[in-house]
């Protein structure tokens, strides 16, 4: 048995179907644990009081938002490149996702903007790349929509997905490059963390279940679409019987 | 190759010329646009000068957008497209000629509008300037990346609107610095920077767009 | 433990609004995406399924 | 087939959900006429794209002068002339300057005197001058004929281009084509009307599994 | 022209700066088919349009019941149907979708059983949940013709009816123009492909000047 | 009568559902054009509470404007305007449903937006209700005067920008009153002039337009 084995919508479609439940529980357990960190191990923040706790969620959704895209960017070229029907599947069941942690990226840097900096929202270029990241999101998931044929569809959109992938590198360093209200990356490989250890934990924690419950959600996701396209073949018509 | 790309321009040229009408009325649009802000904002002149540079930009941006809707359309409609796209010629030189007469026919003429819509707004001779600029980098940006929304919406219903959603967010950045350098000339930190940003951009847009909406336009044709 | 009572905990030192606002969309968009996740693949595997019962019965048929 | 220049391997066409054809294979070679029939929406259209390499095929190939078209591209383009269900017909410009664009594109000099002779043998002399957008229906489709005409292509592809043409146009449409299959030519058309093409190779195929009576 | 219910009067049409016919007189009476006749451009199409109301004549008015159809416009409308060169099928809607519009907008109830049974007949049986766009040329005419059954309008008016459609649907065709006729109704209609209509009495009409061979 | 105008009606809406992407891409267009001000203005607080009620208009007006140029326009195409002017039913009515159907499509969802997009704006709550209470009455007008606009440039080429020219001059007077009408609550002066000048201009509009409309249909296909 080797990789390219599940590169057949056949086979992804069992091995999907294995993964989905360590991948939710994963994401169940994870998402627990970090909250219980969140929440009751972090300490206050001496100058944001209660308030910094978004960040257990805001980071983590900021992160998804961008690796989600991507990720969806990655699978658009191969399929492009070497016409894997597979490929396809993965960027569309991507998308809604990314498109939603986008949102909470948002949402989430709204409601915390409003007591620190004292609006909902302010036009730097942080927050702008971002809301442009979710209009990405939308039109590509809009293009799809308006495409009935499938073909046609995946191939539209991802190369709307390969000419959006810039936007991403604008979002991580618009903080370096321009000087803005938003705050810049603490996470920095190189140097030492500029933050409390348990807070970094619990946000790497909170972005670990984001990324099991990312990953179960696709899985999910990409096996309907499967069933859907695979339909006239024979072992699409079996599951469909036995399911 | 080179006699293509002419017969490409020459063809779009002489279309536009044809219905001047249509030329003719995304100035007007541009215009308007322009001119209905004084009308929903209130007369202040300083106010005026204030949010003329941005008021400027995303009215050429909109009047431009406004006419890619058809920049594949018309042919597409009636079965032209195709015989291009079948021509021994590559399709990356079609796109490229069709942006290029784009440009000229609603991207141009916008530049000649502008100043005039400056004074309109109270700017200085110094910050026409920059705008001016501005703008002869900025509207090809439109243009190129134009294309590959048109060829990505072509014939689907509704293509208009969504192909504004699919090119505005690509081209926001082209439009902060286009607006930021007009404004930087204004509050005296200058326009180098966003200039050089534009004309990067320019260039980027200029190399990558063509191949995608070729691409696009095949995906589209099937 | 950092919190002195459940109201406390509530509460959030005045910025509950904020923080639960944060935590309260975000469960709730995973919730939504989940049940539209479980509805539309039930959708689809019924609709499926009606199709291809449609196939069988026109087998032979021809046009 | 040992001396066709456009074949067919194994050729799947799938539309939506629906598989509309497989397994078809064919060869062309010069002077030879393909008539592919079939009912309504069996599939003629979709291959005719194919063929043309607009559409890509679920499966299979085409192939011109043994190269698959995907890889020859342009150099087939350059031998090939297709006209769809559209005419490819710019309604602002007159029959002479759609003419006109039309050679450009192609990279081909034009050459006034021919087109305008072209057209008036296709019975437009008193439209010359008109746009396009008021010619009557019939009109227009004779307008791109006389493009097809001029394009000497050595292969034409035909999706049905007897649509709105009165009787006499049909004659002459075919005595076109019996002229270009005599001249070497090749043609793949598509047609529901009857075509009286006596003392020329027809290849019929038959798309779908509506049968026709032969009308010729 | 006792009992015509259609009836034209000095009727002239201008198009541009050019005349297409002028003087131009018929009545036409229940169970009766008028073939309008004539080369590409020679203004069928022009005078249907005139028939219908969409158009204007430049002289002459068009009479139904004896009344011009500018005075009673919509009591004619209820009586009349439509079928020009495009379709009026929304390519969003499947074709059942459309039949129930099509009967909304001239207020009748929808049967739906009715409806199905009609695009069964002519052969859409496989086509009724897809959307239009996805059909082929012919099978949109086919959609059209539906509606047109549909309408159960006294006078049908009808352009090139047959454009696109195979031999079979041909032949239903005309078996449906026989039984409207036979049921009392009335056709103009217009096309430059053979008909055979065995046992109907058909008026001819030729317009412009170029002879065409009967067809039929 | 009564019949046929619902028949209208629920056509346009299943249409309109069954192409959920063009309806809610206008409403992106919306939020687009909203957010674009503030990228070219500059993001200071008080400048754009003051462009904002203006801003938020101007954008309404496009977003629905837009949409419009298709309110006649794909009926025409694939034939089915014809059979529907060939109904046994008066045209008026047809219009009249038509633009019914295009303010619950298009004007309604603007309704149910702009107060967060208001918020963005730094408007007051205030504010806010009188800018929803001027659409509520401006919108309509847009989709009633637009069917006369879209019934004169059917067919035409280029018939989107005409159609913007010929409405935008007849649509200013609503835009200055809506406007004003949040401006004066804003500046303290009250909104109720205003607000009454644009229901007047509703109820004209609504009492005119389909007519016109009906007779411009007529003679567009002719
Ligand atoms: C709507 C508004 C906001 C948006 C769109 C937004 C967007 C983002 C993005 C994309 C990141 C991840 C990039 C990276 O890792 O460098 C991020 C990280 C972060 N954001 Fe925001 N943000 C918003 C508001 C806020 C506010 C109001 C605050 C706090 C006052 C804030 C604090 C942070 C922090 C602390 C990080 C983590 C930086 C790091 O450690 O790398 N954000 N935000
Ligand atoms: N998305 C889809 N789902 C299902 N069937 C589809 C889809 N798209 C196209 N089809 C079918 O594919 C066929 C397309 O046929 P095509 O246009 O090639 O027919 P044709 O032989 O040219 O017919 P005509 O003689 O009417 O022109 C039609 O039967 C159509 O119903
Ligand atoms: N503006 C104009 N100036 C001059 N001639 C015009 C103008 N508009 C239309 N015509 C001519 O009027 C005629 C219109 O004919 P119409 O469309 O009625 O033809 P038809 O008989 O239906 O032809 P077909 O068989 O091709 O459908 C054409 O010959 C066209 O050239
Ligand atoms: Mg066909
Ligand atoms: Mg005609």
């Given at each position: 048995m080797n990789l390219y084995t599940y590169a057949s919508p056949a086979n992804f479609y069992v091995l999907a179907g294995k993964l989905i439940p360590w991948f939710s529980w994963g994401a169940g357990l994870l998402a627990v644990w970090g909250l219980y960190i969140s929440f009751f191990l972090a300490p206050t923040d001496f100058q944001q009081s209660e308030a910094y706790r978004i960040i257990f969620i805001h980071v983590p959704a900021a992160w998804m938002s961008m690796f989600i895209y991507l990720v969806m960017a990655f699978w658009g070229a191969i399929g492009l490149a070497f016409n894997t029907r597979l490929s396809f599947m993965m960027a569309r069941a991507l998308a809604p996702t990314g498109a939603l942690f986008t949102f909470i990226a948002l949402w989430t840097g709204a409601l915390w903007g409003k007591p620190m900096w004292g609006a909902w929202w302010v036009w730097d270029a942080r927050l702008t790349s971002e809301l442009i990241l979710l209009f990405l999101y939308v039109g590509i998931i809009a293009l799809w929509a308006a495409i009935d044929d499938v073909r046609r569809g995946d191939r539209a959109g991802s190369l709307l997905t390969l000419i959006g992938a810039i936007n991403v590198p604008i979002i991580y360093f618009s903080v370096k490059w321009w000087n803005t209200l938003h705050q810049g990356s603490s996470i920095n490989l190189m140097k030492a963390p500029s933050m409390a250890a348990i807070m970094l934990q619990g946000m790497l924690v909170m972005a670990i279940a984001a990324w099991f419950y990312t990953?179960?959600?696709?899985?999910?996701?990409?096996?309907?679409?499967i069933l859907e396209r695979e339909r006239q073949t024979d072992w699409a018509k079996a599951i469909l019987e036995n399911e | 190759m080179h006699r293509f790309l002419l017969a490409v321009l020459r063809r779009d040229l002489t279309l536009a010329a044809r219905r001047r009408g249509d030329w003719l009325i995304a100035q007007f649009f541009f215009v308007m646009v322009a001119s209905l802000f004084p009308l929903g904002v209130g007369p202040e002149p300083e106010m005026l000068a204030r949010i003329g540079p941005g008021v400027l930009w995303v009215a050429?941006?909109?009047?431009?957008?406004?006419?890619?809707?058809?920049?594949?359309?018309?042919?597409?409609?009636?079965?032209?497209?195709?015989?291009?796209?079948?021509?021994?010629?590559?399709?990356?030189?079609l796109v490229l000629g069709k942006s290029i007469a784009h440009w000229l026919i609603y991207g141009?003429?916008?530049?000649?509008?502008?100043?005039?819509?400056?004074?309109?707004?109270?700017?200085?001779?110094?910050?026409?300037?920059?705008?001016?600029l501005s703008l002869l980098l900025g509207t090809p940006?439109?243009?190129?990346?134009?294309?590959?929304?048109?060829?990505?919406?072509?014939?689907?219903?509704?293509?208009?609107?969504?192909?504004?959603?699919?090119?505005?967010p690509l081209y926001i950045p082209a439009l902060i610095f286009g607006a930021g350098a007009?404004?930087?000339?204004?509050?005296?930190?200058?326009?180098?920077?966003?200039?050089?940003?534009?004309?990067?951009?320019m260039v980027l847009s200029l190399m990558i767009a063509p191949w995608i909406a070729a691409a696009a336009l095949r995906v589209s044709l099937e | 433990?950092?919190?002195?009572?459940?109201?406390?905990?509530?509460?959030?030192?005045?910025?509950?609004?904020?923080?639960?606002?944060?935590?309260?969309?975000?469960?709730?968009?995973?919730?939504?995406?989940?049940?539209?996740?479980?509805?539309?693949?039930?959708?689809?595997?019924?609709?499926?399924?009606?199709?291809?019962?449609w196939a069988t019965s026109l087998e032979g048929e021809g046009q | 087939m040992p001396d066709a220049l456009l074949s067919v391997h194994d050729l799947a066409c799938a539309r939506g959900e629906r598989l509309l054809f497989k397994g078809m294979n064919f060869g062309l070679g010069k002077g030879e006429l393909l008539l592919v029939q079939g009912g309504n929406g069996q599939g003629k259209t979709s291959l005719l794209r194919l063929l043309t390499g607009l559409a890509r095929p679920e499966e299979g190939e085409v192939r011109w002068r043994g190269e698959s078209i995907r890889r020859v591209g342009e150099a087939y383009h350059g031998e090939m002339c297709y006209l769809g269900h559209a005419n490819g017909v710019k309604d602002d410009l007159n029959p002479v300057e759609n003419l006109r664009f039309a050679d450009g594109m192609h990279g081909r000099a034009f050459d006034q005197t021919r087109a305008v002779a072209t057209l008036e043998r296709l019975g437009l002399s008193r439209c010359l001058d008109l746009p396009c957008r008021v010619l009557s229906f019939g009109q227009r489709r004779r307008v791109a004929l006389a493009a097809l005409l001029l394009a000497g292509a050595t292969l034409w592809i035909l999706d049905e281009p007897l649509t709105g043409l009165d009787v006499h146009a049909v004659v002459l449409m075919e005595g076109l084509i019996r002229n270009h299959l005599t001249a070497g030519g090749m043609v793949v058309a598509t047609t529901h009307q009857a075509l009286n093409l006596d003392g020329v190779a027809v290849q019929r195929l038959l798309v779908g599994n509506v049968a026709i009576p032969a009308l010729m």
């Open positions: 990953i179960a959600v696709a899985l999910v996701r990409v096996r309907r679409i | 050429a941006t909109l009047a431009s957008l406004l006419s890619l809707t058809r920049l594949f359309a018309d042919d597409h409609h009636d079965g032209s497209l195709e015989h291009m796209v079948l021509s021994p010629e590559p399709t990356v030189l141009v003429p916008l530049l000649l509008i502008a100043p005039v819509l400056g004074i309109q707004f109270h700017l200085s001779w110094e910050a026409i300037m920059v705008l001016e940006i439109l243009s190129l990346l134009g294309s590959v929304g048109a060829a990505l919406t072509l014939g689907l219903r509704g293509g208009g609107v969504l192909l504004t959603l699919l090119i505005l007009v404004d930087g000339v204004m509050a005296g930190t200058g326009a180098e920077a966003h200039l050089s940003l534009l004309g990067a951009f | 433990m950092e919190w002195a009572s459940w109201s406390d905990f509530w509460h959030m030192a005045g910025y509950g609004l904020y923080v639960w606002g944060s935590f309260g969309v975000t469960a709730a968009g995973v919730l939504i995406e989940v049940i539209l996740l479980k509805r539309a693949g039930a959708d689809t595997r019924r609709r499926l399924k009606r199709m291809q019962q | -």
